[in-house]
C-alpha cells in the first residue's frame, strides 16, 4: 500500500473522512452522496479545493473532481433525504469522479500519514501553501545536512559513500519507508535491507531537490546497485530499460525483467529524465 505524504498531493486537496455513515456495499452514487456533504466549514477555505478524497479507516475509496462548492442546503442529494436543519451552515460540492489521470494517483493509498497530528476533523483542506511550506522545510533540513557533509572536507568517491551512509541513517529514508513498505521494483520487504536510493544524485541535486520524496525510491541492494550505476532506469510510464551493459546471464541472477515497471508520480519525472540523461548506461 502506498501511503500519501503531503508533497504526494498535486492539487488543492480536501480528505474527508467517512465514519458511520461508510459501509463497504454503497453504491457509486451514495458514495458520492455521503463524501460531498455537509460539512461544517467555512466555503471560502474550499472554493480552491478541487480534487477530494473519501476516505474510509485512512484509505482512499474514491477520488472526485469538485465543479464547485455550495451550501449544503443547495446540494440536493437523490439518496439522502433533506434535511434543513442538519444542513444549515454547512457546505458541500457537486462534482464527479476524478478523471483517471487525477484518481490513479490517490485511490486506495493511506491518508494516515496526513494526520500524524491528530487532526480530528472530518475534512480538512491540504492547500498549495502548506504544502510549499512543507517542501521549504526539507529543503532547510537538506541544506544543514550538506554542510555538515562539507565539513568532514571529503573528496570524490568519498562524499557519495558518506551521503549513501547519512541518507540511510536519516530522515529521508524513515519517509520513503513510511511511503512504500517493499522495494519498488521487487517484493523484498525486510526493512534491514531497504535502501533509500535517489533518483537524480545527492551531489547534482539542488537543495530543494535532495530530501525531496519524488527524488527517490526504496530499492533492495541488488535494484539499489543496479539503479545507481545506471544499469536500469525507468520511462515516465515507469517501466524498466535495461542498460546494454546488463546481459540477459546478469539480468536473470540480479533478478531484472524488460516488463518490470514501477509506480512513479508526476514528481519523479524530471528526476528520472535526469537519470536517463546523466546516469543510464554511462557509470560503472
Ligand atoms: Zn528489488
Known amino acids: 500500500m502506498k501511503y500519501l505524504s503531503i508533497e504526494d498531493l498535486e492539487e488543492n486537496i480536501a480528505v474527508v473522512k467517512l465514519t458511520e455513515s461508510y459501509h463497504k456495499d454503497l453504491s457509486p452514487l451514495q458514495l458520492y452522496d455521503i463524501s460531498r456533504g455537509c460539512w461544517k466549514n467555512k466555503l ?11 476516505v474510509h479507516s485512512f484509505i482512499v475509496q474514491e477520488v472526485y473532481a469538485v465543479d ?17 436543519e442538519q444542513e444549515k451552515g454547512r457546505i458541500g460540492f457537486s462534482g464527479q469522479v476524478a478523471p483517471d489521470e487525477i ?11 496526513l494526520f500524524k497530528n491528530g487532526n480530528r476533523h472530518p ?4 492547500l498549495s501553501k502548506e504544502i510549499n511550506k512543507e517542501k521549504k522545510k526539507w529543503t532547510e ?4 545536512l550538506s554542510s555538515e557533509i562539507n565539513d568532514l572536507h571529503l573528496r570524490g568517491m568519498d562524499t557519495d559513500a558518506v551521503v549513501k551512509v547519512r541518507i540511510n541513517q536519516g530522515v529521508f529514508r524513515d519517509r520513503l519507508l513510511q511511503k512504500y513498505s517493499h522495494c519498488c521494483l521487487c517484493n523484498v520487504s525486510n526493512i534491514d535491507l531497504l535502501i533509500a536510493s535517489h533518483i537524480k544524485p545527492w551531489k ?5 531537490e535532495r530530501l525531496d ?19 536500469i532506469s525507468f520511462d515516465n ?6 542498460s546494454e551493459k546488463l546481459d540477459q546471464v546478469n539480468c536473470v541472477y540480479m533478478n531484472v525483467q524488460s516488463d518490470m515497471k514501477i509506480d512513479i508520480n508526476n514528481g519523479n519525472k524530471k528526476y528520472l529524465e535526469y537519470h536517463r540523461e546523466h546516469i543510464l548506461h554511462k557509470k560503472n
Open 44 to 54: 471560502e477555505t474550499f472554493q480552491k479545493v478541487k480534487v477530494v478524497l473519501a
Open 68 to 84: 464547485k462548492w455550495l451550501p449544503a442546503t443547495e446540494l440536493h442529494r437523490e439518496t439522502i433525504p433533506f434535511d434543513s
Open 103 to 113: 484518481r490513479k494517483k490517490y485511490i486506495f493509498c493511506s491518508v494516515k500519514d
Open 123 to 126: 475534512i480538512m483542506a491540504f
Open 141 to 144: 533540513r537538506a541544506r544543514t
Open 204 to 208: 547534482d541535486s539542488e537543495e530543494d
Open 213 to 231: 520524496m519524488d527524488n527517490g525510491f526504496l530499492l533492495c541492494p541488488n535494484h539499489d546497485k543496479l539503479f545507481d550505476n545506471g544499469f
Open 237 to 242: 510510464t515507469g517501466r524498466i530499460i535495461v
